[in-house]
């Protein structure tokens, strides 16, 4: 026998054979969808720049940072993608126009901060038309205070309507034409109510305080925008009869604070 007839074979060695599961390749794939879903939802995503920079407040707060910022910044953009697309590569696309401006560095808007902003500009507005009608208030014609969220004109009664009646008074007119160029220089709606003392209507055009209250109020409306170029669509007007009074209906002089038309400014 020869001498190759006589060498064993040589045993080969074990492959290693990795099984995979069947689930790897659905959950790759399935991973791999949710990567580009959540990608083209930024790529089409807007940040509210309000409610980013509330949220900014309230970590900041709460991570110690103290840091002021001007209210009245405007921000750069509200997009943080650019909203153009060239395929050309010679096209300039600056990062600092394309991305929205932040800055670690520069303090956020806080919400406390945008209340104090907005009392004081309630307040400016109050000073003006006190200014304006200075007379008017020392005759006790008219009354202008701050109450809550808006700036609040009374035109009183007696000074405004005959007893009973809708119509305006002439010596009222100078009065509406000042309140009308103010209103006109401010943002926000208006709120035109009117009101009246307990006392039941005998007879005449209007079956009860609630018609007369809500006539009145809606005279003051069109004397306002027909001495502005202020638009219907940011007039409200209401009627409370006697349900909202601000003295007690038990002498003539609590009755006449009773007897007004208000006007509201409820938003800047």
């Known amino acids: 026998m020869s001498e190759a007839a006589q060498e064993t074979p040589r045993k080969q060695p074990d492959k290693k054979v990795i099984i995979i599961p069947r689930y790897i390749a659905t959950m790759a794939d399935l991973m791999t969808l949710l990567l580009c879903f959540f990608i083209l939802l930024l790529s089409m995503s807007e940040i509210d720049i309000i409610k980013y920079r509330t949220m900014a ?17 405007i921000p750069m953009s509200t997009s943080v993608i650019s909203q153009t697309f060239s395929p050309n590569p010679t096209d300039d696309l600056p990062l600092d126009v394309r991305y929205q401006a ?7 808007l806080r919400t406390d901060d945008v209340e104090v902003f907005m009392q004081a500009m309630r307040n400016q507005q109050v000073a003006t038309l006190r200014e304006l009608l ?4 020392a005759q006790g014609m008219l009354n202008i205070e701050t109450r ?12 405004s309507f005959p007893s009973g009646s809708a119509e305006l008074k002439r010596e009222i007119m100078p009065v509406l034409d000042v309140i009308a160029g103010t209103l006109s220089a401010i ?8 009101h009246t003392d307990n006392v039941p209507l005998a007879g005449g055009l209007y079956r009860s305080n609630w018609e007369l209250s809500a006539s009145r109020a809606t005279s ?13 669509n940011r007039f409200r007007i209401e009627g409370y009869g006697d349900t909202q009074p601000v003295a ?3 002498s003539p002089e609590n009755r006449a604070r009773n007897r007004r038309v208000e006007i509201a400014v409820t938003a800047f």
């Not at 809550?148 to 000074?159: F, K, M, S």
């Not at 003051?220 to 219907?232: G, M, N």
């Open 57 to 73: 407040a309230s970590m900041a707060d709460a991570f110690g940072v103290d840091a002021e910022i001007d209210p009245l910044e």
């Open 102 to 108: 932040v800055d670690p560095d520069q303090a956020h």
């Open 134 to 137: 200075q007379d008017e208030i």
């Open 148 to 159: 809550e969220d808006r700036i609040l004109v009374t035109l009183e009664d007696q000074a």
């Open 187 to 194: 943002d926000g709606m208006f709120v035109v109510s009117g």
């Open 220 to 232: 003051v409306v069109h004397e306002l925008i027909e001495r502005s170029a202020l638009p219907e």
């Open 248 to 250: 007690e209906n038990d």
